[in-house]
């Protein structure tokens, strides 16, 4: 884990400096956005009392939205990152689960390329829809919050398409039949825009 936090502090500061070493010319987005990413992270999550478990897990993101401005945008995303689940004694089988959320959220540009996002909504915690084996697996839980602060630095652009580096970093808790499951994950992700 901590490898991983500091390869993600050594990229966000190297794409900073080179973001912020660059002519901040006009951003000419406008209308319409929509974007998905996917990558990689490290996710802890704990229920009630039970001690803190690490993992790591595939992460997920989408966002569609508009531009309120050249440099701001009004969002509601998708966040996802999944984790290995024990069972408990009705379903036993290890399988995969997804701690989501469903946030609206606004996204700032700093500059041509570099951006950041921070959004609060719905925390969820349901089965990764490819494992579920039987219906005592495919229970949905979504009773609880979630919060993310996303940046990233768009590396290709051409007209209205982007490919961009992320780091996210996202917290939530809901209620599940064993109690209160919190999450914190930070995840590194590789994402595609349409403007």
Known sequence: ???????????????LQKALGQ???AIYKKGFLFGLSTGAGSIHTSISNAPNEAQ????????????????????LQGVVTTYRYSGNAASPRERLRGFEGLLPSL??????????????GVGMDNPVFYDVKDSSEGRYHSRGF?????????????????????????????????????????DILIGFNLY
């Open 1 to 15: 884990m901590r490898l991983i936090v500091l390869i993600s502090c050594i990229i966000f500061t190297s794409l």
């Open 23 to 25: 002519d901040n010319a």
């Open 56 to 75: 790591a897990g595939v992460a997920h993101n989408w966002k569609i939205g508009t531009m309120l401005t050249s440099r701001t945008a009004l969002l």
């Open 107 to 120: 996204q700032y540009w700093v500059n041509n390329r570099l951006w950041i996002t921070g959004g609060v």
């Open 146 to 186: 979630k919060t993310a602060l996303n940046t990233g630095y768009e590396i290709w652009q051409r007209k209205n398409m982007t490919i961009d580096i992320q780091g996210r970093l996202s917290h939530g808790a809901v209620q599940v039949p064993e109690g209160t499951r919190n999450s914190l994950a930070a």
